[in-house]
């Protein structure tokens, strides 16, 4: 993976709907939605009270995250979200 | 449970209103309309001032939140909802 | 009581107006309502810069609140709210 | 007295403009309406970085408070008003 | 000066456009209009991360001021204007 | 380079979408676009909890920006935009 | 220059288009127009979770400053700006 997110920023690959992890189906509501992916890169952490904290999400890990949160790019054809660990809900073990 | 929250979020199980807990019955009324569940998994915990703290709450607790918070997920055929220990009112025992 | 607020949060169970407490009479104007009320139960307290700092009403107290603070809680066939302390004005001798 | 306002909170009791204090007299203008009251008792303090600090206002200081800021209550047939020591300008000697 | 300011705050009495200091003089813009006044009385100074730090200005400065800022009162026929010290945006010497 | 941002920001030289680095190519959305360039300054660094750090993008870095971020200048010919690392969303390597 | 602005603010005069410096030109765009003008007097400095920290501007420095920050001042018939710190985007050498 040759793109390194900035401080408290990941890299997720979406994971379609027909994939799903775990038997977790996100329904249609008129709430924000959810979606799910794959983690792909982490920035180098955040700043908590003037000290850096390492991200709890790891390379690898399947999330949940919120639709509307964060950018997508597209790297060698394929999709992928640029977004803030805070917009990442829940890990899917 | 599969599924692990971030940060100070908890996931929550919604208690029907038919099966309510201790008595409590919440009344429609045009302020928020709180509502009650299970707590049936918690984050890491909270940062405050730079040091982490555990939540509150634990798993098996019967809680109070607030009903427009959180996000809405559905694992293997029950609905759960995610959301932030603030968004907690009480725990009721 | 069976029910226990987070945090900085108390419940407080409401005076009906003709059960008013020390001669205060609230007068109905077109700036915000203040409310009287006794706190039934309190919080484990807030976080003030990194330290958990008691809350400053306790149980038994008749307080002033801010009419359209809080969440309206009923238990056992009583109204209850839950509210923040810093929806409490002052405390009543 | 037998009100005890919260945190930084303060009950002032207004004083009629014909009975203003020093010779000031607070015209009408377009601008925030200013206008004078005794202090009639003082919260325990406010929180400043983790240390809580004793108000700058007295009991019996007559001072200068910003009209719309505050909330009305009536004690024994007095009207009084709760406010918070920032929304008070000065202190007139 | 029979008033002192709380906090921040500076008491300040404003300077004509015939008596302008030090040949400045503020043009009517669309931009916000900047106003000159002399400081009458200083607050007992502000909170910076819990230590009590002395105001800049000191009585007898001439200084530029927002002219939207602050609160218009009259004593002994004078008409002063209270503001916090941000809202001054530098010394005339 | 004869540009020296202040604190937090950076200089970009934005690059050509047909020139685009390491096989990313960014699609038109309807979410924030992002866009890609080359850091060509970089500030002293940003103050955090009081202590000063420095910025993690080094001049000669691919980077991804938010493409409403920032303000462009013109400099012998060229254009640049100058923006704060904050709208930085990942470097490119 | 008989004018001294507080605390972080500086006061700075416009360089006119046609004395443009370095070969900066700053084209009309549809975002925030930035303007070059020459520092001519700086503000004691700025606080920093408590600690007073100097400017990083010098009296002298050209500087790109975003065009609808600050307030305009005449001062012996020259048209000056007064801004804060954090208005100016960069230092041209």
Redesign the interface.
């Known amino acids: 993976m040759?793109?390194?997110?900035?401080?408290d920023?990941v890299?997720i690959k979406p994971i379609e709907a027909e994939e799903v992890v775990?038997?977790?189906?996100?329904?249609g509501?008129a709430?924000?939605?959810?979606q799910q992916g794959e983690v792909v890169?982490v920035g180098?952490g955040e700043?908590?009270?003037?000290?850096k904290?390492e991200l709890?999400?790891k390379v690898g890990d399947k999330v949940?995250y919120?639709k509307y949160a964060g950018?997508?790019?597209?790297?060698?054809?394929q999709?992928y979200l640029?977004l803030k660990?805070?917009d990442?809900?829940?890990?899917?073990?």
Request: charged share 25%.
């Open positions: 040759n793109i390194k997110p900035l401080g920023r890299v775990g038997g977790i189906v996100l329904p509501t709430k924000e939605k959810p890169a180098t700043y908590i009270d003037g000290k904290v709890e999400v949940i919120s950018t997508e790019v597209k790297l060698d054809g999709e640029i660990q805070s990442i809900l829940a890990i899917l073990n």
